[in-house]
């Protein structure tokens, strides 16, 4: 079962980070098509810098979609996140839209398929993985889900309480201490946010304190020399501004902060024919299920696909020595329970719709379902169905 006592750190990053502000962007282009046509094809890829954003990447929608809608719903992201610097302001960046008609070549293999497949293909080769632990009630890894949670909160205060005088930038990284193989306590806090000009680090420790007492159980806070608020200093040009953005470029503050494999292929700007994407969703849709039906403490799940082909090459269960079924038997049972290919992850899991703006920050994993259909590779309907194949 590996090492018991240890200590393990994960990040996250808000929001108003440079790369999330792309992701964000790109996510709410794959949601404008998807709302004017549930089947378009949309992979999108974002740059932000210095009072900048360009487009570039692949589109294919049944409805019209002009550059105003497009610029439109870009500016109204930034808007959202709350960007209104000289360096960085929603309504006077330069956009470059670059965003061209999806190769017919790469059409062809999704919408055909191979062999007796009567059903589109994946969208591209890859890897994908799906985790779950009990370590949390969201049976998410612990550094990772506390860090998401910090940051999920100073934007909210943020946004609540402008004068408190926090911007949009900002990283969480939270280290914790493992004893038996359980979270106990948090053995350092990391914490870096923009601000406007005139705050100290101190200043700083006192907004952001109180946030990380809230996320932490209680008498987990870490000591108070290994709390580092803003250990660099004036953080006052961030955003676009002090560093470029590129869409993907955050893909284990996405998942599981490195608690478990990925399989190397970003989420944003993708609509649900990428199984970097959908696959990735569904293989946590599954390790979570397998823990929620108490078959496992940890789980997790490799799925692998080829372009044009409907079914998975492999599917591949990792229990970590915490099994309480036959793991060679979930192995074959997981794609008779649920439908692995393409359109079987995306009928299931209702990914045809505009649900993934939402997803673009503070993970894709370890939230609630929403009433609109976001999240839904969160459920935990599987239970009983996982729990008669143990008996």
């Known amino acids: 079962m590996g090492r018991q006592n240890y200590i393990f750190t994960s990040e996250s990053v808000s929001e108003g980070h440079p790369d999330k502000i792309c992701d964000r962007i790109s996510d709410e282009v794959v949601d404008l098509l998807l709302s004017k046509d549930p089947v378009a094809r949309v992979a999108c890829e974002t740059l932000a810098t210095t009072n900048r954003v360009v487009l570039a990447g692949e589109i294919r929608c049944a409805a019209d979609i002009d550059d105003g809608e497009i610029e439109q719903i870009v500016r109204k992201a930034v808007r959202d996140i709350g960007y209104e610097q000289a360096g960085f302001h929603w309504k006077h960046f330069e956009l470059t839209n670059l965003l061209h008609a999806q190769s017919t070549d790469i059409a062809a293999g999704v919408d055909k398929g191979t062999g007796s497949y009567a059903e589109e293909g994946a969208g591209d080769q890859g890897i994908m993985f799906g985790y779950a632990t009990n370590e949390t009630p969201q049976l998410m890894p612990a550094p990772i889900q506390y860090s998401h949670q910090i940051l999920s909160k100073m934007a909210d205060l943020r946004k609540s309480n402008p004068s408190l005088g926090l911007e949009p930038d900002a990283k969480s990284q939270v280290t914790l201490v493992y004893e038996h193989g359980i979270p106990v306590r948090a053995g350092s806090i990391v914490i870096s946010t ?14 952001v304190r109180p946030i990380v007492m809230e996320v932490l159980p209680e008498g987990w806070m870490c000591p108070e020399k290994y709390f580092y608020v803003n250990p660099t200093g004036n953080f006052v040009i961030g955003g676009p501004d002090g560093d470029s953005g590129l869409t993907g470029r955050k893909i284990i503050v996405d998942t599981y902060g490195g608690a478990a494999p990925h399989g190397g292929g970003a989420f944003s700007g993708k609509d649900p024919t990428k ?15 397998v823990v929620a039906a108490g078959l496992a403490d940890r789980c997790t799940i490799q799925l692998a696909y080829a372009i044009g082909v409907a079914s998975p090459l492999s599917v591949y269960v990792d229990l970590h020595g915490t099994d309480k079924c036959d793991v060679m038997k979930l192995e074959k049972a997981l794609p008779e329970i649920f439908d692995l290919s393409p359109r079987g992850i995306r009928e299931a899991l209702k990914l ?12 894709h994993f370890g939230r609630q379902p929403d009433d609109t259909g976001g999240f839904s590779w969160e459920r935990i309907d599987l239970v009983e169905n996982l729990r008669e194949f143990a008996r």
């Open 352 to 363: 045809n719709q505009p649900i993934y703006a939402r997803t673009s920050a503070y993970g």
């Open 275 to 289: 199984v970097d994407r959908s696959a990735a969703y569904a293989g946590r849709y599954l390790a979570k299920n």
């Open 194 to 207: 923009q601000h406007q000009d005139g705050l100290s680090p101190e200043d700083i420790r006192e907004i």
